[in-house]
Structure formats: structure tokens, C-alpha cells
């Protein structure tokens, strides 16, 4: 009962945090934009908008993410079970990053041979809109993502996202999935994550049967790997 009281403070102490930052420059910006509309200074006023804007996408996509949690985590929260293809996934997902990724000159390559199987198709495309995303937000430019697919011996179909960045120390990996961590909170928030991506992808594994891990090895690169139990 400690733990999950503590558990509950610490994500309602996060999320005003998270909420509180977007919201505070809001109001900064807004201010001034008042102000300089009374003395008719008003030759900023694009680019104080443009920040006003960029901030309230930032709030909408937390609170999108929070309300993703609170679906996957609600009991009552059920699976629409298709059969999927998993490179068809792929390569949708690959095409909504595609001006992302190439902002940042970002290579990423679908690779696998695996037949389609029974899952949630929006639920993993989620997942795999997550963790592409995070990695061309997060990886240095000129840099190289694999989504990789492979059935193993163990009746899983394998979802391997590979990046040749940076890498990720290794005291944070087992921390990597809580919600709100971050491994740097300015950095994280300035490339324009939530915190609560890898948590969102951890739940959908889990309403799946299946797991979520992640490789890494710092100035080599990062791999995560989610395992979907194959249904008969």
C-alpha cells in the first residue's frame, strides 16, 4: 500500500511538472502579447504565437499520452484482435516519420519475413510509432534506424527497433519504461517528448501477453525488443 501511494504521488507530482511547463510559458508569452498590443508594439507578435502554438501541441500530446495510459491501464480495456501484417505496419509507420526523419537526414530500413499474425493493429502500430519515433528524436543526425521482424523457436514474433546512436547508460535502462522518466529532462523535453511513450508501449505488450526490453551499449547504439505471443 506504501508503494503504490508513493507511486501515485510521484506520477501526480510528474505530470503537474510536465503540465506546469508548457502552461507557464503559455501565460509568459500571452502577457507580453497583451502588453505590447496596449502600447501597439506588436512586431513580435508571429513569433510569440508560433511558441503559444508549439506549447499547446506539447500539452495536447501529453494529455493524449496520459489518456493512453489510462485506457491501457483501466480493466476493462480489451484487444481487437485482427490479423495483421507486420510490414504493411512498418511501412505506414515509416511513411508518417518520413519528414521527420528527414530533417535529420535519418535513414530507416524495414527488414523481416514473418507472417501475419493475430494482434491489435492500431495497438502496434503504436508501439512501433513510439519507438521510431523516439529514436529519430533522439539519435544524432546522418544516423540509421532498422525496424527488423523474426519469428523464433518459441512460437513470438519478434519486433526488433535498432538505432546506431549515442546509446543509453546503463543506469537508466531498467528505468527506461516508468512513466515520466527521463534519461536528460531538458533534452528530452526540448526534441518534445511526453515521458510517457516507452510506458504506453510497455502496457500495450503487456495486454498482449507479451514482453518489452531494450539492448544498449553507449557510443554503439540501442535496441528494443517487443515479443508478441503468437495465438492460435
Keep these: 500500500m506504501k508503494r503504490a501511494e508513493q507511486i501515485r504521488m510521484d506520477f501526480v507530482g510528474n505530470a503537474s511538472h510536465e503540465l506546469r511547463t508548457p502552461l507557464t510559458s503559455i501565460k509568459g508569452y500571452v502577457d507580453t502579447l497583451k502588453e505590447d498590443v496596449k502600447t501597439g508594439q506588436i512586431q513580435q507578435a508571429g513569433k510569440f504565437l508560433d511558441i503559444v502554438s508549439r506549447n499547446i501541441d506539447r500539452l495536447m500530446d501529453l494529455v493524449n499520452d496520459m489518456l493512453s495510459i489510462n485506457?491501457?491501464?483501466?480493466?476493462?480495456?480489451?484487444?481487437?484482435?485482427?490479423?495483421?501484417?507486420?510490414?504493411?505496419?512498418?511501412?505506414?509507420?515509416?511513411?508518417?516519420?518520413?519528414?521527420?526523419?528527414?530533417?535529420?537526414?535519418?535513414?530507416?530500413?524495414?527488414?523481416?519475413?514473418?507472417?501475419?499474425?493475430?494482434?491489435?493493429?492500431?495497438?502496434?502500430?503504436?508501439?512501433?510509432?513510439?519507438?521510431?519515433?523516439?529514436?529519430?528524436?533522439?539519435?544524432?543526425?546522418?544516423?540509421?534506424?532498422?525496424?527488423?521482424?523474426?519469428?523464433?523457436?518459441?512460437?513470438?514474433?519478434?519486433?526488433?527497433?535498432?538505432?546506431?546512436?549515442?546509446?543509453?547508460?546503463?543506469?537508466?535502462?531498467?528505468?527506461?519504461?516508468?512513466?515520466?522518466?527521463?534519461?536528460?529532462?531538458?533534452?528530452?523535453?526540448?526534441?518534445?517528448?511526453?515521458g510517457l511513450g516507452l510506458a504506453i508501449v510497455k502496457h500495450i505488450m503487456q495486454s498482449h501477453g507479451g514482453t518489452v526490453a531494450v539492448k544498449s551499449i553507449v557510443d554503439q547504439g540501442s535496441e528494443f525488443i517487443c515479443s508478441f505471443p503468437i495465438r492460435k
Design 71 to 194: 485506457t491501457l491501464e483501466a480493466s476493462n480495456s480489451e484487444l481487437k484482435l485482427e490479423m495483421i501484417h507486420p510490414l504493411a505496419i512498418s511501412e505506414h509507420v515509416v511513411s508518417e516519420l518520413a519528414v521527420m526523419a528527414a530533417e535529420k537526414n535519418i535513414t530507416i530500413r524495414v527488414n523481416g519475413d514473418v507472417p501475419p499474425f493475430l494482434a491489435d493493429a492500431r495497438k502496434v502500430e503504436q508501439v512501433l510509432r513510439n519507438l521510431v519515433s523516439n529514436a529519430v528524436k533522439y539519435i544524432p543526425s546522418g544516423k540509421t534506424i532498422q525496424i527488423r521482424w523474426e519469428r523464433d523457436i518459441k512460437e513470438y514474433i519478434i519486433l526488433r527497433v535498432i538505432d546506431d546512436g549515442q546509446g543509453i547508460p546503463e543506469q537508466h535502462l531498467d528505468r527506461l519504461f516508468e512513466r515520466f522518466y527521463r534519461i536528460d529532462k531538458g533534452r528530452t523535453r526540448d526534441a518534445g517528448g511526453t
